[in-house]
C-alpha cells in the first residue's frame, strides 16, 4: 500500500507500507490523533513492513502543523519500533540493523 493513496479503512488489508509518513500527514489532516493512529498501527498484520522517511532532521516548519506532523509521526514511528521484533534504518543503501529480535 502507498500511504498518499491507500484508504485509511483498508490499511489493514496490507503487508507493505511504504511513504508511512505520508499516511500519518494525511490521517492527521482528517482529524485522527495520534491515539487514533496507534489503535490503526495495532490493528496490522505482526508481519506488516512499514517504509517510512525519516522527516525529523534540517530546519524547523514555521508552519504549526508540519512542525506538529513532524513531531507526531517521530512518536508514532518510536512506537512502531518499540513493537516490532525487527528494526532497520537504511541509509544510502546501507542497512543498519537498530532491533532485531526475530532470531
Not at 21 to 45: A, C, N, P
Request: hydrophobic letters at 35%; aromatic letters at 6%; glycine letters at 6%.
Amino acid at each position: 500500500a502507498d500511504g498518499k493513496t491507500v484508504d485509511f479503512e483498508e490499511i489493514n488489508k496490507y503487508l507493505c507500507i511504504k511513504n508511512f509518513h505520508i499516511l500519518v500527514r494525511r490521517m492527521m489532516k482528517d482529524g485522527k490523533t495520534t491515539e487514533e493512529i496507534k489503535i490503526i498501527v495495532d490493528s496490522l498484520d505482526e508481519n506488516t513492513v512499514i517504509i517510512t522517511d525519516e522527516i525529523g532532521n534540517g530546519i524547523i516548519p514555521v508552519d504549526q502543523f508540519e512542525r506538529d506532523w513532524r513531531e507526531q509521526t517521530g512518536r508514532i514511528c518510536c512506537y512502531i519500533a518499540s513493537q516490532s521484533r525487527k528494526v532497520v534504518r537504511l541509509t544510502g543503501g546501507i542497512p543498519v540493523i537498530i532491533k532485531d529480535e526475530s532470531k
